[in-house]
């Protein structure tokens, strides 16, 4: 399964331009990042689902996050994510079809997030092979392409006369539990390989410094 | 542990009234209603958050709601609860000394969320007593006051750059693992007393019907 940040290999001049104190951070959070497990986003209406959604997978360390904008633009609200966008790839799609085939080509099994008798409790989620999590818009749900390319569709245990989440919620509880069995099945806090920690160690250490001082592309 | 619903009597007269099929839906929801976790919400600001939040309590079957809004009022957004606030027993206050001593009272140990080092983690919150989970104003946290209160803080574990989540969301996943983990400790999905169960029913039937049809006070 490949991330598609680039191979930049790590520049000694950034490094020096970097605290201490944010390198360490920066090992931290790249040793606990996750690709076996996506996220996906498709026609999302609300600015602050979208928001939360992406601040939610940055703080679960999930470092995929696919986007279909077939029929309504992504727009997080900005406020709301906390500068999340700069830390998880964004794989962005004007259509289904594409994201599909990425995903696939990535190695995901992709299940879809569907309040309804049938589908598989999260709980039941496999939690050996790398899984992607479909989220649909607000009010209709995810679209008939995305669907037929799901391997099934799950839902989040629920007790009360209400059977369904705000999406920002079911996403969340259903990551929140997806990551931690993917954790306990791989026994480590992250999965990247070390050419792919090379690759994200740069691209935070690029990131951290003021856009003014970031080496422009093709500078190292 | 007491629920502070009054304890009516189940009226025939509603009953008829009441469908076949939103019988057994108050019979399932019922059965699924923990009172041994609640969640207390202090000083919401935000009323898409208060309304998540009793939408989530609502479909997790968390049964009590403590509200404090000494500094703010709660005023959860409308269409967001998606009429949750029914379902769910609010006990409102305007001093958190007094929502402190109902929780007492009814026999929780509070656990405060605060996203920092020396938090317990979600995980190692008990199963085996009843708890009160409790989230503070977006921007401030919770009061010294429902601090002071506290057997102990949790965090929700995070692996990225962001050290908070959104607290709708923080609140959901921590009370779904919550939920999740005190029903596998008291090997059944709900905690009611038979009594509390009649009592819970009977409300459920009244407010099953419409505003005009429900028994006044003192009727039935």
Known sequence: MATDFSQKGLC??????????????IERVISGRLKGLACVCENFEKPHNAAAILRTCEALGILNVYIVEEDVPFEPAKGVTQGAEKWVILHRFRRAERAIAALKEAGYEIYAAVPREGSLSLEELPADRPLALAFGAEATGLSEKLMSACAGTFRIPMWGFSQSLNVSVAAAIALYHCARARRRYLGREGDLSSEELSALRARYLELSLPPSQRPRDGTH
């Open 12 to 25: 000694g001049t950034i490094v020096c331009m970097v605290t201490g104190e944010r390198r360490m951070k």
